[in-house]
């Protein structure tokens, strides 16, 4: 089990990487890239805590819509809550 330490050291972290995602995301030839990067970084935060990952989640990788990144964005960052959610969970208890 995670210590308060740990899950505090792992909530800056994941909130930094939301910081990078955002400023990566400005310019406007590299959102797909960022996206994917992104979400990658979350799935792999969320495997570690043995957060489920919803299937519609991973399925944005099969999508080849023109404006995928926004997918990815989105499931990233609905992934980056509930890493946030489960960390403040043993932080607070």
Do not use: P
């Not at 910081?19 to 400005?26: A, D, F, I, P």
């Not at 979350?42 to 805590?49: N, R, V, W």
Request: charged residues 35%; negative net charge.
């Amino acid at each position: 089990m995670m210590n308060k330490n740990e899950a505090l050291k792992l909530y800056g972290e994941v909130n930094e990487k939301q910081g990078e995602h955002n400023g990566r995301w400005e310019d406007e030839y590299s959102h797909e890239r960022s996206s994917v990067r992104y979400m990658d970084q979350m799935i792999s935060y969320a495997q570690d805590l043995n957060i489920d990952i919803d299937q519609d989640i991973l399925s944005y990788y099969e999508k080849k819509e023109e404006h995928d990144c926004f997918n990815c964005d989105e499931a990233g960052f609905e992934l980056k809550m509930k890493i946030c959610e489960k960390l403040e969970t043993i932080i607070l208890d």
